[in-house]
C-alpha cells in the first residue's frame, strides 16, 4: 500500500498551492481519503475528508471555504487545492486512507486511518 503526497512549497499569504495523492490501488478504493496536517510541535489535524460513495467532502473550520479536496478515480488520485492561503497554513501535509466506515465523524479522526503517505511541507509567509 501506497500513499505519495506532493505539491508542497513556498508561497506568499493570499497565494494558492495544489497538492496531489497519488494512492495504490488498495489504498484508494477504501472507504474515505484525507488530508491531515502537522505543524511544529501541534498535534496532527483533520484539515479535509472524502468519502469513496458520493462524494462526500468534509472540511476543518479553519479552512472551510478555502481548500478543496477531489478525487480522481481514473488516475487514483486526491487533490487538495488550497487557496487564500495564511502563514496559519504552514504545517507539514499529509494524505491518508481510511479502509472501513467507522465511527460517527470518524473521517476527522487520525487514529481511524490506515495508511500514511509521507508528507509533503506547506510554508506560508507573511
Known amino acids: 500500500v501506497q500513499l505519495q503526497a506532493s505539491g508542497g512549497g513556498l508561497v506568499q499569504a493570499g497565494g494558492s498551492l495544489r497538492l496531489s495523492c497519488a494512492a495504490s490501488?488498495?489504498?484508494?478504493?477504501?472507504?474515505?481519503m484525507g488530508w491531515f496536517r502537522q505543524a511544529p510541535g501541534k498535534e496532527r489535524q483533520f484539515v479535509a475528508g472524502?468519502?469513496?460513495?458520493?462524494?462526500?467532502?468534509y472540511y476543518s473550520d479553519a479552512v472551510k471555504g478555502r481548500f478543496t479536496i477531489s478525487r480522481d478515480n481514473d488516475k487514483n488520485t486526491v487533490t487538495l487545492q488550497m487557496n487564500s492561503l495564511k502563514p496559519e497554513d504552514t504545517a507539514i501535509y499529509y494524505c491518508?486512507?481510511?479502509?472501513?466506515?467507522?465511527?460517527?465523524?470518524?473521517?476527522?479522526?487520525?487514529?481511524?486511518?490506515?495508511?500514511w503517505g509521507q508528507g509533503t511541507q506547506v510554508t506560508v509567509s507573511s
Open positions: 490501488e488498495r489504498a484508494f478504493s477504501g472507504y474515505a
Open positions: 491518508a486512507s481510511q479502509l472501513q466506515q467507522g465511527v460517527h465523524l470518524g473521517i476527522r479522526r487520525a487514529d481511524k486511518y490506515d495508511y
Open positions: 472524502i468519502i469513496r460513495d458520493g462524494p462526500l467532502t
